[in-house]
């Protein structure tokens, strides 16, 4: 703005002297400082500029916060108790686990066993023989 006006007094004094070699400048910020209306507008203005300002931060903040509910929300969505990752598990995996399960049924019915432990679940083990491990034998009769 001080180049504005710097270069608008300049053109005025060089157009209506073109005759006369006498040159000025002014500072137009040391002006507009020395006047009160222009303090108060710049206060206004500077107002205006925070209101504003807050205004967009607390949008922000907003929209951080919103898209972290709606990113909650998606996650439980797909990965929560009865997500999609269950449903998708359920169709998918259940199917396979209900055959492996049938399997054992049979074989424990065909050597008449009275329990079968499943060696990867939680279920301690201290000691296992090898030979009473019927797994391939649980694929063989699914087929496998």
């Known amino acids: 703005m001080k180049k504005?006006?710097?270069i608008l007094a300049v053109s005025f004094l060089t157009i209506t002297n073109?005759?006369?070699q006498k040159f000025a400048y002014v500072d137009t910020?040391?002006?507009l400082n020395k006047i009160p209306e222009f303090r108060q507008?710049?206060?206004k203005l500077d107002a205006f500029s925070a209101d504003w300002q807050k205004e967009i931060e607390n949008k922000k903040e907003e929209a951080i916060f919103k898209k972290g509910d709606e990113v909650i929300k998606l996650q439980q969505k797909y990965f929560g108790q009865e997500g999609d990752l269950y449903v998708k598990r359920q169709e998918l995996i259940r199917p396979i686990q209900d055959k492996i399960h049938d399997a054992i049924q049979?074989?424990?019915a065909n050597n008449k066993y009275q329990v079968i432990f499943d060696s990867s679940s939680d279920l301690i083990m201290l000691y296992k023989n090898d030979n009473l491990d019927k797994s391939d034998k649980v694929l063989e009769l699914m087929g496998y």
Do not use: M, R, T, V
């Open 41 to 43: 507008a710049q206060d």
């Open 29 to 31: 910020d040391y002006i």
């Open 106 to 108: 049979q074989l424990a």
């Open 18 to 20: 073109s005759n006369a």
């Open 4 to 6: 504005i006006f710097l």
